[in-house]
């Protein structure tokens, strides 16, 4: 229920986000977030957590990422006039490299490392800049940058991180 809630909160962030309303934009990307840590947390508290859930939440946080930046296209699309502008390329790549940490960590859990979490750029910041950017669209193109460089570095600490721990080497996951 609170990965459905998160879900359906990011796209009617993704509305608000398109037309430009950065209060509303606020308050769905908390729900979002909210119903996203909620949804593991209760189901481990009570007990119940399962690998399915697991699964649901994962394909429930892809989801919502894509809806966000859906309304970020959107958005970048109608403030610039063209839905073929520098602006738009540059939001789709920051979609497609915010993709990278996830990608990271369940490649890394997959081969029996933990699933990480955690790096300078997160699915909370990712959200943080979707406000910003929906109340000062003219930032767009530099929170595209630093979504992109952010999830790069993101991606590479989760790396280091699993690889020391795969590998048995420490020293690795320092660097």
Known sequence: MFTLVGVLAAAAAGVAI?????????????????????DGAVARARGVSRPWGFVLNEVGDRTSDLLMYAGLVALAARTSG????????????????????????????????PRRNGGPLGKTERCALAVLSTG?????PWVNALVVLG?????????????????????????
């Open 136 to 140: 000062v669209p003219v930032l767009l």
């Open 151 to 175: 999830s790069i570095a993101t991606a590479y600490a989760r790396l280091r991180g699993s690889h020391a721990e795969l590998t048995g080497d420490p020293e690795r996951g320092a660097e």
């Open 82 to 113: 063209s839905w073929v502008s520098t602006t738009v390329v540059w939001t789709l790549l920051a979609a497609l490299a915010a993709t990278l940490p996830t990608f990271a960590s369940l490649a890394a859990a997959g081969a029996g490392a």
């Open 18 to 38: 398109w037309q430009g309303w950065w209060l509303p934009t606020l308050v769905l990307l908390a729900a979002r977030l909210a119903g996203a840590n909620l």
